[in-house]
């Protein structure tokens, strides 16, 4: 064979690897392995299903659905959970994302924390059945990633670890405890006066044709952006607990009030108690069940200074 032949017949067997080496960039493993790391817990027409949500993990407890709200069921208490936390819990589960395949061999489970015995449990309802019944078990050494099973199946996966701050927080990190739900979803526009009575004296703020003025304190030059920062805080209001002890219609409620009136007519009152040595304070506001433990941080907020609402 001559020279040219050969030189020819090199270059060629030199293309065909560099096109296979490309080939195998492109389309191979992980074309091959596509439907094995995308994957989904649950399938959203599922979650949408969803009625009760059974979570065993460093406590037990059950998140139920009652005419379109999530409530938390807990020592046979039953309280209002956050609407967007429960949300937020099953966007995890729902949302496809990449979920390699660990193992399949059951006698892994133990090793990734995944027997029935160690696990964490997620059993989620719908009416007539069980939806999804989900293992959780250890991180990987990275803390990166967490290992899954389906508890009927053997394959293991791994993925969003961002589930174990779910399982691992009290069970009062899915309690709601705005004062003011927010389903009510509402705009300071809609609000014509707030009066604050603090035990000794009443704050008026009322709306004279888009600007606040205040009467029952002496405010020299009143600033519209503090008024409606305070105004604010009020609406979106937060405990910390639900206060067992207290009876909405407890006398100790009595101590002092806030009275928010809407441009619709409506009156929204908040009872609040004197507050202890600590400076917590208990409230409950009007068409509630519940009354709401308020920590310092929080209670010190309710009652402000006449300089705090002068232009600085």
Do not use: C
Request: proline letters at 3%.
């Amino acid at each position: 064979m001559k020279y040219k032949d050969k030189l020819v017949l090199l270059l060629s067997l030199i293309a065909v690897l560099v096109l296979t080496y490309a080939a195998s960039i492109i389309f191979g493993p992980d074309m091959g392995n596509s439907r094995v790391l995308s994957h989904v817990w649950l399938e959203q027409r599922s979650a949408e299903r969803t009625t009760r949500i059974v979570i065993s993990a460093q406590d037990s407890y059950e998140l139920v659905k009652r005419n379109n709200l999530w409530f938390v069921l807990h020592n046979s208490l039953e309280l209002p959970a956050r609407e967007l936390r429960v949300n937020d819990f099953l966007d995890i589960l729902t949302t496809r994302s990449q979920w390699p395949v660990r193992s399949s061999n059951e006698s892994s489970h133990e090793r990734f924390g995944l027997s029935e015995e160690l696990a964490s449990r997620i059993t989620i309802y719908g009416e007539y059945s069980v939806l999804l019944d989900l293992l959780v078990g250890n991180d990987d050494i990275f803390r990166n990633e967490t290992y899954f099973r389906k508890s009927a199946q053997s394959e293991v996966r791994a993925g969003d670890s961002s589930i174990k701050v779910y399982l691992s927080s009290p069970v009062s990190s899915w309690y709601n405890l705005r004062l003011f739900p927010e389903s009510e979803n509402i705009d300071i526009s809609a609000i014509q006066r707030l009066t604050v009575y603090n035990g000794e004296e009443t704050q008026v703020f009322s709306r004279r044709n888009r600007v606040w003025e205040i009467s029952g304190i002496d405010v020299q030059n009143p600033s519209q952006n503090n008024i409606e920062n305070y105004i604010r805080s009020i609406i979106n209001l937060e405990g910390d607990n639900f206060a067992d002890a207290v009876l909405r219609d407890d006398p100790v409620l009595n101590h002092s009030r806030i009275m928010v009136e809407f441009g619709n007519g409506r009156i929204a009152t908040i009872r609040l108690s004197q507050a202890d040595e600590s400076g917590r304070i208990f409230a409950h506001a009007s068409g509630r069940e519940y009354v709401y433990s308020l920590p310092l941080w929080s209670s010190s907020r309710l009652y402000r200074p006449a300089s705090s609402f002068e232009m600085q």
